[in-house]
T-cell receptor, first 117, second 108 residues
Framework: NAGVTQTPKFQVLKTGQSMTLQCAQD?????MYWYRQDPGMGLRLIYY???????DKGEVPNGYNVSRLNKREFSLRLESAAPSQTSVYFC????????????????FGPGTRLTVL | RKEVEQDPGPFNVPEGATVAFNCTYS??????FFWYRQDCRKEPKLLMS???SGNEDGRFTAQLNRASQYISLLIRDSKLSDSATYLC?????????FGGGTRLMVKP
């Protein structure tokens, strides 16, 4: 049970290049999320997918697109990278809390550190 | 105003001290609340959920005050290993919102 996995772990892009960040979870969770984390800004929600086939904008969606490929996978695409998108990107999914409690515990992937030059 | 707010700190405390963090939230529809711990350059990991009746896990106690819309985390007998950033989070529907985190540094 790998939990939430993300690839790549590190990436350096030039301004204007495109790339896709991959995320997969093997916990059979319905909801998946993409966050970015910048120093002093905490975690900011980019997009989320409440279930397979649906996606919604979060707090900072501009410059990003997402695809919920299936229940396991949720990808984040930067079509034309900008230096302002230099950040650490975390993917997360939600499942039942421990002991069967109906509180939604969020599990995070290890993050992708992206630098845009 | 941010939806979830935390004092960024840092809180510098000696080993053995008791330290408390608060986190305020503005969405009264929030249904569940969490404290996460994040170590430097790592992903956040769930520390504890926050239940309406309050809950305790070893040295850690979490409280929820719905009337004043804040949650708190109390750490007793601080250890060097408690040094980290503590993030609070709330869940309204499918949206999870995080505070900016409070940095704790426990010194010998």
């Amino acid at each position: 049970n790998a939990g939430v996995t993300q690839t790549p772990k590190f990436q350096v892009l030039k301004t204007g290049q495109s790339m896709t960040l991959q995320c997969a979870q093997d916990m059979n969770h319905n909801s998946m999320y993409w966050y970015r984390q910048d120093p002093g800004m905490g975690l900011r929600l980019i997009y989320y997918s409440a279930s397979e086939g649906t996606t919604d904008k979060g707090e900072v969606p501009n410059g990003y697109n997402v695809s919920r490929l299936n229940k396991r996978e949720f990808s984040l695409r930067l079509e034309s990278a900008a230096p302002s998108q230099t950040s650490v990107y975390f993917c997360a999914s939600i499942g039942q809390g421990v002991m069967g409690r109906a509180y939604n515990e969020q599990f995070f992937g290890p993050g992708t550190r992206l630098t845009v030059l | 105003r941010k939806e979830v707010e935390q004092d960024p700190g840092p809180f510098n405390v000696p080993e053995g001290a008791t330290v408390a963090f608060n986190c305020t939230y503005s969405n009264s529809a929030s249904q569940s609340f969490f404290w996460y711990r994040q170590d430097c350059r790592k992903e956040p990991k769930l520390l504890m959920s926050v239940y309406s009746s309050g809950n305790e896990d070893g040295r850690f106690t979490a409280q929820l005050n719905r009337a004043s819309q804040y949650i708190s985390l109390l750490i007793r007998d601080s250890k060097l290993s408690d040094s980290a950033t503590y993030l609070c989070s709330n869940n309204a529907g499918n949206m999870l919102t995080f505070g900016g985190g409070t940095r704790l540094m426990v010194k010998p």
